[in-house]
C-alpha cells in the first residue's frame, strides 16, 4: 500500500509538441468521435424510445 503523505502534485506549465504532428492528432481525435457520436446517438434513441412510449401510455394513448 501507497502512503498518502508521499504524493506529490504536478502542475503542468507547457507542452512542446511540433505544429504537424498536432495536426495529425487533432484529425485522430475528429475520426475517433464519429463512431462515438453514432454510438450515443444509438444509445439517447433507445433511451429516448422508452420513455416516450412511458410517457404516451400515461397520458392515455394520445387522447388529451
Not at 502512503?3 to 487533432?26: G, R, W, Y
Not at 475528429?30 to 453514432?38: G, S, T, V
Request: hydrophobic fraction near 60%.
Amino acid at each position: 500500500m501507497s502512503d498518502n503523505s508521499s504524493k506529490q502534485e504536478v502542475t503542468v506549465v507547457d507542452v512542446k509538441m511540433p505544429f504537424l504532428s498536432m495536426v495529425v492528432f487533432l484529425i485522430k481525435l475528429a475520426l475517433a468521435a464519429i463512431p462515438a457520436m453514432i454510438i450515443l446517438s444509438f444509445i439517447f434513441m433507445a433511451l429516448s424510445m422508452v420513455f416516450g412510449g412511458m410517457f404516451y401510455g400515461m397520458v392515455g394513448h394520445g387522447r388529451y
